[in-house]
C-alpha cells in the first residue's frame, strides 16, 4: 500500500517559537528539524505496522534545507527533495492515502499554535490542511491521518470528520492567532512520537473507508496577502482578477489549473 505523507515544522511537538525554531537562521531551527524528523520516523514505522508498503514523503516547510534531516530519516521512507514549498509534488492517483505529519491551524485561527496561511476556494476557507487534503482527493487519494496541534486537529476534522488525528500540543490562551509567541502546553517529544506511531497504525485501518476530499467545479480560488506587494506579484500572473490591494482571484472549471 502506497503512501504520501505531507510533512511541516509548526505543528511538531516542542516548536513553539517561530523565529528561533522555524526560520532557517534561527538558533534552535536544527533542533526543530530533528524533532519533525523523529516525528516522521515515528509515523513511519506506525504505517508500516498497518500495511504501508511504500512510503513517499514532501518536506512542506519551503526550499533545502527545509524542515526535515535527511540523515536521521527512517531507511524505508523516501523523500521528495529540492522541490520547494509549492505543494506536495509528486502526489499522485498511484497513491492510496495521504498523511500529514506537524502541520498547523490556518491563518486567523484563534487558540492555535502558529497558526498562518489561507486561501478562499469557492468561498469556503481553506488552510494548508485542506489545500494538501483536496490536491490529493482531486486524485482520488483520501486524507486519512493528521498530527499537529489542537486547532490543526479541529481544522481536519471538519474537513473529513472521520480522519485519524494525533494532538500533540495546545495553545494555552484562546485568543492567541498567528506566529507570535504564546504559551503552549507540548507533549514530550518522546510520547509525541509514541502517540503519532499509534496513531498512524490505526490511520492505516481507515484506508478504503475514508473518501476523498473533493469541491465540485467551477472553482474561484483567493489569495489574500498581508502586504500589496505580494498581491501585486500574483496579480501578474495570467488569469489574474484583482479583488483589492491585497486579493488577487482565479478561475478556472479545472481545478489543477489553479495557482496551488
Known amino acids: 500500500m502506497k503512501i504520501y505523507v505531507v510533512c511541516d515544522i509548526e505543528g511538531v ?8 525554531q522555524c526560520w ?26 498497518g500495511g504501508a508498503t511504500d512510503i513517499v514523503a514532501w518536506d512542506g516547510h519551503g526550499p533545502f534545507p527545509g524542515g526535515l534531516d535527511v540523515e536521521l530519516l527512517h531507511p524505508e521512507c523516501r523523500l521528495v527533495m529540492g522541490a520547494g514549498g509549492g505543494g506536495p509534488v509528486g502526489l499522485d492517483d498511484s497513491y492510496d492515502a495521504l498523511f500529514q505529519c506537524g502541520l498547523h491551524a490556518m491563518a486567523g485561527t484563534a487558540g492555535a499554535v502558529m497558526a498562518h496561511g489561507g486561501w478562499r476556494l469557492n468561498g469556503r476557507p481553506l488552510g494548508e490542511i485542506g489545500m494538501n487534503g483536496l490536491t490529493a482527493g482531486m486524485c482520488g487519494v483520501p486524507c486519512v491521518f493528521i498530527s499537529g496541534d489542537e486547532a490543526a486537529a479541529l481544522e481536519a476534522r471538519a474537513l473529513v470528520p472521520d480522519i485519524e488525528v494525533v494532538v500533540v500540543k495546545q ?3 484562546a485568543d492567541v492567532a498567528g506566529l507570535s509567541p504564546a504559551p503552549a502546553l507540548s507533549l ?19 484506508v478504503g ?17 498581508s502586504e500589496a506587494q505580494a498581491a501585486d506579484e500574483m496579480a501578474a500572473r495570467p488569469g489574474a482578477i484583482r479583488v483589492d490591494a491585497t486579493t488577487v482571484a ?11
Open 250 to 260: 482565479f478561475e478556472s472549471d479545472a481545478f489543477f489549473e489553479l495557482p496551488l
Open 13 to 20: 511537538a516542542g516548536v513553539i517559537d517561530h523565529r528561533q
Open 171 to 173: 495553545a494555552l490562551l
Open 24 to 49: 532557517f537562521d534561527g538558533p534552535y531551527y536544527a533542533q526543530a528539524r530533528r524533532l519533525a524528523t523523529l516525528e516522521l520516523n515515528a509515523l513511519v514505522e506506525g504505517a508500516l505496522e
Open 209 to 225: 473507508s475514508i473518501p476523498p476530499l473533493r469541491f465540485e467545479p467551477p472553482y474561484t480560488l483567493e489569495w489574500q496577502f
Open 188 to 206: 514530550a517529544p518522546e510520547k509525541a512520537c509514541q502517540v503519532i506511531r499509534e496513531g498512524a497504525r490505526r490511520a492505516m485501518g481507515r
